[in-house]
Every structure is written in structure tokens, then in C-alpha cells.
T-cell receptor, first 114, second 114 residues
Framework: DTAVSQTPKYLVTQMGNDKSIKCEQNLGHDTMYWYKQDSKKFLKIMFSYNNKELIINETVPNRFSPKSPDKAHLNLHINSLELGDSAVYFC?????????????FGPGTRLTVT | GQQVMQIPQYQHVQEGEDFTTYCNSSTTLSNIQWYKQRPGGHPVFLIQLVKSGEVKKQKRLTFQFGEAKKNSSLHITATQTTDVGTYFCAGPEAGGTSYGKLTFGQGTILTVHP
């Protein structure tokens, strides 16, 4: 009974390629997030959706485009991959979009750009 | 923008020793959350503190929220090898519409030697 799942778990690709990461949550949560964790384990929010509506859009290159087809799914598409995009990408969800909700993280997708 | 700093960055202890990590925010927080990430794993929610001066305990873990709601600490008594991992504090900035945006500290990586 995986609460927040991501595919793929590992992604190795070359510079310039386009790739997508998919995320699904079965918790019935309204809000979903994408985080990037770099090699120093720094965890930074990228995007957040609440009921399919984009509510947080941090300073992220426009090569990154999130899409939420429904409130249980949040995908991340990355165009023209660069070496600096190598990181672990975590999807997360929370019951609501307010400040008091705990976040449930997926297992992560380790992206390696060569 | 809001900054959340954690110290120390690394902590090596012998099993049975105590451990403390400190978290400081540049702005007042509406609440503070703590997460634990095991090596190779994903962040897992531990606890949330909301009130000024609040102290909560979970078995050997004691969490405190500062009176000014700008700092927090996590103390582990008599560490065990199962405590190994990275401990993150995270908080939304008080006031405004942060839409659940959590700013994470850079984490404290705890190593426990048996």
C-alpha cells in the first residue's frame, strides 16, 4: 500500500534529452509537491499543486514543467537536460495547502545526466 | 527570503551518547516540522510544533520550539544505530500565503558508531 509512488526510481540520460517523472498518491490528499535534493542533501521546493492548480512556482528554469492531470497525480517533465539537473527528485503530498500539514514523500527518483 | 539554518552539518557519536541538532530561522515561523531521512531513503515526518516554547517528546527524542518561534532543537538521548540518518527541520514563514511552502534546513547528518 504505497502512499506516494514515483516512477522511475532511477533515470540515467544524456545532456539535451527530455525526460519525465511520474508521481501518484493514494492518500486522498489535495496538495502535491516536487522537491529537488542535491548532492549535499539540500532539499528545495520546486512546485506545488492544490487540486490541479499551480500554487507554488519557485525560481526554476522553464525547462521544468509540472503537470497535474488530477489531484492524485503530479508529473514533472524536463526539457534539454543539463548536467546540473542531476539530483534526487522527490514528490510529496499533504492533506491541504495550509501551513500546518505534514508532508508525505515518495521514494525519490535519482536522475543522472551524463 | 526566508532562510533556515541547521547546525551541526555532521555529527558522529558513539552508540549510547546523546545528540542535539539546532535549527534557526531568519523569520518567525508559524510552526516547525522535523523530518528524518534514512540513508538512501526519503524524508519521513517526525513531528510538528506550533506553540511558542512548546516541548514534545517521542520516546528518546525531545523537540523544542523557541519562545520567539524562530528556533528549534531536536535532542536524542542514548543514540542507537537505528537513529542514523539526516534530520531536517522545516518551517513555513508566519503570515502571508505560503501555501504550505516549507523551507528546509540543510540537515544534520547523524552517524552512530556501535
Amino acid at each position: 500500500d504505497t502512499a506516494v509512488s514515483q516512477t522511475p526510481k532511477y533515470l540515467v540520460t544524456q545532456m539535451g534529452n527530455d525526460k519525465s517523472i511520474k508521481c501518484e498518491q493514494n492518500l486522498g490528499h489535495d496538495t502535491m509537491y516536487w522537491y529537488k535534493q542535491d548532492s549535499k542533501k539540500f532539499l528545495k521546493i520546486m512546485f506545488s499543486y492544490n487540486n490541479k492548480e499551480l500554487i507554488i512556482n519557485e525560481t526554476v528554469p522553464n525547462r521544468f514543467s509540472p503537470k497535474s492531470p488530477d489531484k492524485a497525480h503530479l508529473n514533472l517533465h524536463i526539457n534539454s537536460l543539463e548536467l546540473g539537473d542531476s539530483a534526487v527528485y522527490f514528490c510529496a503530498s499533504s492533506q491541504g495547502s495550509g501551513t500546518g500539514y505534514e508532508q508525505y514523500f515518495g521514494p525519490g527518483t535519482r536522475l543522472t545526466v551524463t | 527570503g526566508q532562510q533556515v539554518m541547521q547546525i551541526p552539518q555532521y555529527q558522529h557519536v558513539q552508540e549510547g551518547e546523546d545528540f542535539t541538532t539546532y535549527c534557526n530561522s531568519s523569520t518567525t515561523l508559524s510552526n516547525i516540522q522535523w523530518y528524518k531521512q534514512r540513508p538512501g531513503g526519503h524524508p519521513v515526518f517526525l513531528i510538528q510544533l506550533v506553540k511558542s516554547g512548546e516541548v514534545k517528546k517521542q520516546k528518546r527524542l525531545t523537540f523544542q520550539f523557541g519562545e520567539a518561534k524562530k528556533n528549534s532543537s531536536l535532542h536524542i538521548t542514548a543514540t542507537q544505530t537505528t537513529d542514523v540518518g539526516t534530520y531536517f527541520c522545516a518551517g513555513p514563514e508566519a503570515g502571508g500565503t505560503s501555501y504550505g511552502k516549507l523551507t528546509f534546513g540543510q540537515g544534520t547528518i547523524l552517524t552512530v558508531h556501535p
